[in-house]
């Protein structure tokens, strides 16, 4: 089986890392792949000016803005204008049905999904997980009881937060938010791609740290925008329950290079590129004259 791990300080790199690595694998894919970036809103501007460039250029098929896939996962814009995780939930849902009228949203959207996870016949509201994320980790942060959080696959988002509540004290805290519903999502390809994401609370120093699974990563198309977005959605939770975001864990079952050896090199050069040239000191100028 081949597989890599990528520890990189920014999105850019880490990316950019990744499709390296995928580019020397047998069908240019792996398995397994975790990508682990230290700071997920920072960018490189030169290397995502160039990606928003070959990205442009393709027209068969042609492929979203990176920001857009961002907001499928994430609504960066709409959470700018939000002051409250409530305010975001309700405006968001007050759009969801339109949104869904369009075909690739036709099974939901990732937010909707952690926002708005469908209910079952015993309890039919949707369930808002990262609200219930949020409160979780705010009671982890200010009681020294809440310091174990225990999700597993067999729960339903829809169970009470007593079992949780029972927990002993352990070391390590953590809380977790569903993507995949197994009795809607049937489909072997296409949505959800991205299973689950799971908080961790480092109490040492007030951080949470993310990381997500993806059963399926095509790394031109969409993983740039979905790392942003994972920063976003990681930086979002933190500020409303008063912890600093830390560290994106990203694994993937299956990781794939779509992108071409030309396309790649221009990236790849784009790092080794300056963003600027200063001109030349004028007394140097004189001397070298």
């Known amino acids: 089986m081949h597989t890599f791990t990528v520890d990189a300080p920014d999105v850019s790199r880490a990316w ?3 499709c390296s690595r995928l580019s020397e694998m047998p069908g240019k894919r792996a ?3 975790v990508v682990r970036i230290a700071n997920p809103l920072q960018e490189n501007p030169h290397l995502r000016a160039e990606l928003d460039r070959l990205r442009s250029a393709r027209t068969k098929p042609p ?3 990176i920001d857009t896939v961002v907001n499928t996962l994430f609504p960066a814009q709409l959470a700018a204008t939000c002051t409250t995780h409530d305010e975001l939930t309700d405006r968001y849902r007050a759009f969801y049905p339109r949104l ?3 075909r690739r949203n036709a099974h939901g959207t990732y937010f909707g999904r952690l926002i708005a996870y469908p209910g079952t016949a015993e ?3 949707p369930v808002d997980q990262l609200a219930r994320v949020i409160r979780r980790l705010d009671k982890l942060r200010s009681s020294a009881k ?3 959080v225990y999700e597993a696959g067999t729960a339903h988002v829809t169970d009470e937060d007593k079992a949780w509540e029972e927990e002993p004290p352990q070391t390590t805290a953590e809380t977790e938010a569903v993507i995949r519903a197994a009795a809607l999502d049937t489909q072997t390809l ?3 791609c991205l299973s689950h994401c799971s908080f961790q609370l480092d109490s040492a120093t007030d951080t949470v740290h993310l990381a997500a699974y993806y059963r399926s990563h095509y790394m031109f198309d969409r993983a740039y925008g979905n790392y942003l977005a994972l920063g976003h959605l990681c930086a979002w939770v933190a500020r409303h329950a008063q912890l600093t975001p830390g560290t994106l864990t990203v ?5 794939r290079l779509d992108c071409t050896k030309s396309e790649l090199g221009a990236l790849q050069h784009s790092l080794t590129t300056p963003l600027f040239v200063l001109a030349p000191d004028p007394a140097q100028r004189a001397a070298d004259a």
């Open 146 to 148: 809440w310091s174990a």
């Open 190 to 192: 296409d949505f959800p």
């Open 251 to 255: 694994m993937a079952g299956c990781a």
């Open 100 to 102: 869904r009228e369009v």
């Open 31 to 33: 398995f397994h792949t």
């Open 123 to 125: 309890k039919p509201e």
């Open 16 to 18: 950019l890392e990744a």
């Open 63 to 65: 492929l979203y803005p």
